[in-house]
């Protein structure tokens, strides 16, 4: 089984569109083809970390059954599905986990290869030295980032950074063996 990283679809949002640029002509069009995306590179088996603002615009009154349907485009129901709350999912957590999500965490941290990283929406999050981070919300602010005094190496898998696709763990192995921070261990 792969693991993949993704960040800040947005799904459903209009206004990101403009916000940050997006080649697609309507909604819709971004939803198709960013599911589209998503099902070419990632197979039915392979465990899936979505790093915050899947949907975006999101009121308390945002229907869950639109989540729901969403993830079921998406194979939910076929290959685990990991969330990391962003600043906008606002849906409950169980809202999330009955849209088939397996885990819903404000933060979580994993291991790739023999190095512990952790997975966060905000950048911000990463505050001790030596850290290793996967994050989201910054769109296009910046795609790894290496903080040499604090020596934290930060990657980041926002949709808009990466192609609109996920970022498979070898894809982000790789980047830790070209990084600076890789150079410092």
Not at 99 to 122: P, R, S, Y
Request: a negative charge; charged letters at 25%; proline letters at 5%.
């Amino acid at each position: 089984m792969l693991r993949y990283f993704t960040s800040d679809q947005h799904f459903f949002d209009s206004d990101i569109m403009s916000y940050c640029d997006r080649p697609y002509g309507s909604v819709g069009e971004m939803n198709d083809d960013m599911v589209a995306r998503f099902l070419a590179k990632t197979e039915d088996a392979d465990e899936v970390f979505i790093l915050g603002d899947i949907f975006g615009s999101c009121q308390p009154e945002f229907p869950s059954a639109t989540c729901e349907g969403i993830m079921e485009k998406l194979g939910v129901r076929k290959r685990p599905f990991h969330l990391v709350l962003g600043n906008h999912d606002t849906l409950e957590p169980r809202e999330y986990l009955a849209a088939g999500f397996v885990t819903v965490k404000a933060q979580d941290f994993i291991t790739i290869g023999e190095l512990n990283v952790m997975l966060t929406h905000d950048p911000c999050m990463v505050q001790q030295s030596g850290t290793l981070a996967i994050c989201g919300h910054i769109h296009t602010l910046f795609e790894e980032n290496w903080q040499p005094a604090r020596n934290t190496f930060t990657i980041n898998v926002g949709v808009e950074a990466r192609g609109y696709e996920p970022v498979s763990e070898a894809e982000i192995i790789a980047l830790i063996q070209d990084s600076p921070y890789r150079r410092q261990l």
